[in-house]
């Protein structure tokens, strides 16, 4: 009897706590001054050091990140790794969001340069004419949005629940690095806003919030609102409004 009234009195203490937890995040979140977030077109870019063709694109991407209203992103890949160099920055989780947006936009084979513009477009990205035709087509009705950012941690507000927000952290460059080997063996290849990851964010009574880890908050983020089913970019905003 007198274990089964403390394991009863263990499961209340456990559910006051969660509680609490739970209570802890909208409080504080009241607190918070939100503003209101600047709206931002989405070029992503899928290269490869191991790629022969991808330079011309690089440096297009970067022209289009000093523009205050692109958020322009680097994803290297991992599926050219096996010709002789190993990509420095790829990971595999780029070449399964390539993969993606390949099948609902019917690209075909996977294959570098690719951008992707808005979630919505696909393009070689070595023509800058093409480019900012592409973000004319491809432009975007931003959803409004509110964030706030207190140390490490990031939240967002926004009321379309079809809407789905991910947290991508990213270096701002310019990032070069030397080729040894492989078919752009002797290069130097620069890049830009490579990106490190790209994650989901928490849900709690309608706020969306993310906390960073210490080697998180030393990098650039932004918040990429996309649409549940279609996975189309409604609107993309830096973390700091």
């Known amino acids: 009897m007198k274990n089964s009234i403390q394991d009863g009195l263990r499961i209340i203490a456990a559910m006051a706590a969660s509680l609490l937890g739970a209570m802890a995040l909208p409080a504080k979140a009241a607190e918070v001054q939100f503003q ?11 290269t490869s050091q191991a790629c022969p063709f991808s330079d011309i694109s690089d440096k297009n991407l970067a022209s289009f990140a000093n523009d205050e209203g692109v958020l322009a ?16 920055m790829s990971q595999k989780t780029f070449d399964q969001r390539q993969s993606a947006y390949n099948q609902r936009l019917g690209s075909g084979w996977l294959s570098t340069p690719q951008m992707i513009i808005n979630g919505r477009k696909a393009i070689k990205g070595d023509d800058p004419a093409m480019i900012e035709q592409a973000l004319a087509e491809a432009s975007i009705s931003p959803a409004p949005v509110k964030i706030a950012r207190e140390d490490k941690k990031i939240m967002v507000r ?17 990032i070069s690095v030397a080729i040894t080997s492989g078919k752009n063996a ?7 806003n490579v990106v490190k990851a790209l994650h ?6 309608g706020l969306y919030f ?5 080697e998180e908050a030393s990098l650039a983020c932004a918040i990429l609102l996309e649409d549940r089913t279609s996975g189309e970019i409604a609107t993309a905003t830096r973390c700091n409004p």
């Open 210 to 214: 993310a906390t960073l880890s210490e």
């Open 36 to 46: 209101a977030a600047s709206p931002l077109q989405v070029i992503e870019l899928f």
């Open 200 to 205: 989901p964010m928490q849900e709690e009574n």
């Open 158 to 174: 926004f009321m379309d629940s079809s809407l789905d927000p991910k947290l991508v952290l990213y270096m701002p460059g310019p």
């Open 186 to 192: 002797g290069r130097t290849l620069s890049y830009v």
């Open 73 to 88: 992103l680097t994803y290297p890949v991992t599926y050219w790794n096996y010709t002789g160099w190993q990509d420095t």
